[in-house]
């Protein structure tokens, strides 16, 4: 069966403003809605409690999947249409998201623009240092390419097609380690696997081979867990 892979989120289409709308009222939404439920929790009427109850119950489980992606990696491959939109981890998709309005508003180089952003999370950084590269001094040499890239007119036609084209990168990335769902550091790898200059460039100058990549990747991921059950 002949797959369909895309990337396609509605807030990529929205304005700044539109984006900011929505998040004001989903989170206006579910801050009344967790008032009105442990209000009700303390009601005398019957009805009211259990009311309470299947809200709070609704709200708890909204707690627990906070750090998933809507839909799992192995779930997305057995469909024949795959938006790969739905397996990002809300904090790998607030990253990818925040790096294409950067690039849209600089005309940085999209690439760049998203592993500068993945540069800021203590994991990534750690994913480097397992590579013997110095983060600071990746991160430095990383700013001036940047900066270089940027200044141009932003064509968010490109922009959108490059950044599509790295979700479906990291989506591959996150199913040859067997990730559940799509992580930063997937993202990673996806920014290391396309064909632009600069980043080779970049990757060349501190030698650091992508192929690398999926073992520290694994590492990382289950060095992880590892600690967590530790503690």
Partial sequence: MEKNIYFKDVRFSLSSFGELLVRVVVYSFYTVLSVVAFTLFFSDVENLFWLSVLLLIFLFDRVI???????????????????????????????????????????????????????????????????????????????????????????????????ENMAIGAFWNAESVYEQFIEPRNLFAAVSAGDDPVVTRLFNLFDLNPADLAEVIVFNRYSRKFSNFRH
């Fill in 65 to 163: 999947q906070a750090k998933k992606g809507n839909v799992a990696v192995s779930e997305l491959l057995r469909r024949k249409n795959a938006n790969v939109a739905l397996c990002f981890t809300p904090t790998a998709y607030r990253i990818f998201h925040t790096a294409y309005r950067r690039s849209l508003i600089t005309g940085s180089d999209p690439r760049l623009v998203l592993l500068d952003a993945l540069l800021g999370r203590k994991d990534i950084r750690k994913m480097l240092s397992r590579l013997d590269i110095d983060a600071k001094e990746f991160s430095a040499k990383l700013i001036e390419k940047t900066s270089e890239s940027g200044g141009g007119k932003p064509d968010k036609k490109a922009c959108m097609e490059e950044f």
